[in-house]
């Protein structure tokens, strides 16, 4: 789980990139002559300037989608791991078993044995291969539609441009902040209140 909140962090570092971009690509009006209009086009069109951020850690902790696809998360990795476990016991299991009888075989049974083996281990390699990319798959896809959701929800949320930049805040990546620039209280609501409307849907 640590690995998919290091992952989900790290998709938030992005989204800030991407804000970024929307601000520094939007073009600059410099006609000569027109200095007032101008400056009055840009105090309602361009951000103020104000910078917000969210603290990752309340919002893993109060935002009830993310619990949610934490909790499937964790479900199909517990399944996972049983599953490779299962297949690993019966594969010690059946080499065991074929190792204690191994002095009573004829060398064709042996031969047999051999291959019986190799093709079990064969096989446990392959299905443990294939649940780690079915599980690096859905990780990344559940990553991809909360960061989508954020995403979203930021952009209706900052629509009257109030916010230039809106970083993600974690502990130990940065060495200050100011709270009052905190806005994660407000965003868990608005995300909580979008996610409650999808259910009674």
């Known amino acids: 789980m640590k690995k998919f909140l290091v992952g989900l962090n790290v998709l938030l570092l992005v989204l800030v990139g991407y804000l970024y971009y929307l601000h520094f690509s939007k073009p600059v009006g410099t006609k000569a002559g027109n200095t007032n209009s101008q400056s009055a086009s840009d105090s309602t069109a361009n951000p103020s300037g104000l910078i917000g951020y969210i603290d990752l850690d309340t919002l893993q902790k109060y935002y009830k989608y993310y619990e949610k696809i934490k909790v499937d998360f964790e479900k199909k990795q517990t399944a996972a791991n049983n599953e490779i476990t299962s297949l690993q016991n ?23 044995a051999m291959i019986e083996i190799n093709k079990m281990q064969q096989d446990f390699q392959n299905r443990k291969v294939a649940i780690d990319n079915e599980l690096f798959e859905y990780n990344n896809k559940i990553k991809e539609d909360i960061l989508s959701r954020i995403e979203g929800f930021l952009k209706d949320y900052n629509k009257d441009k109030r916010f230039t930049y809106i970083f993600s805040y974690e502990s130990g990546f940065m060495f200050y902040k100011d709270t009052s620039l905190n806005i994660t209280d407000e965003v868990v609501k608005g995300l909580n209140e979008l996610y409650d409307a999808e259910q009674k849907k």
């Open 90 to 112: 019966r594969y010690q299991k059946r080499t065991n078993d074929l190792q204690d009888k191994a002095a009573t075989m004829t060398p064709q049974e042996q031969e047999n």
